[in-house]
């Protein structure tokens, strides 16, 4: 039976999240914001036959070929491959990213994200209620306003053990100003403290970790060697 999100559209945190791209949080600062508001719903759309390869290329093939997938439409993500594993892979777009970022609303973003079971059972519920919320006219602060109403009534899960997923996409385009970041893992923990961690020491495997009072995580980026294709990735650019 097709899993649907009823009058909601799936999409997160990236963690990021997504997440939803290292480089984006580097232009925080800018003074001026590139993409003031939401584009027209078509621009943030795409075919989907390309979102489900899109989406697949976030992991290797082992993991993607028995994921469920699901796809963004005008009404909502839906789930168009049902999946064996219990992974889930999706594409975010730019509103998966955090409150300050300045590319929110790029419709040009794409980040093939696959969450494991855990990951997935916090990731679709939460995704879903931002983007519904994004749907319904909500502006950047207000949705997150809303977001942390929806925690604080208990009304989305809370954070399980062991949630991470895959960003391995050499396909991804996760900023205006570096697209292609490096392919890396996304743990999501209980808000605590990046120096548990060793997030961003020299030498440390964990470049980069994100806290997020709102939705009550942190998130740890470990970059990896390899795209999901097997193609070998520099360690050195970006």
Known sequence: MKRQVPRMIAIRSFAMVLALGVACQAQAQDAKVPYPNMAPLDQYLMEPNAEIALARSAAPVSISQDAEVMVLGRHGYETV?????????????????????????????????????????????????????????????????????????????????????YMLSKQQYVSDRDPHWHPHLMFFIPLTEPGTWGAGLPGSPVVVAFTDTQERLTTFLVPVAKWSDGTSASMDEH
């Open 81 to 165: 491959v049902n999946g064996k594993n219990g992974f889930v892979c999706m594409v975010w777009r730019s509103w998966a990213a955090g409150s300050d970022d300045p590319e929110f609303w790029n419709p040009k973003l794409r980040a093939p994200i696959c969450f494991n079971p855990a990951a997935a059972r916090f990731n679709l519920p939460l995704t879903a209620k931002r983007t519904e919320l994004i749907l319904a006219g909500r502006s950047q602060a207000q949705m997150f306003e809303d977001i942390k109403a929806a925690f604080d009534k208990k009304e989305l899960p809370p954070l399980e053990p062991s949630a991470m997923c």
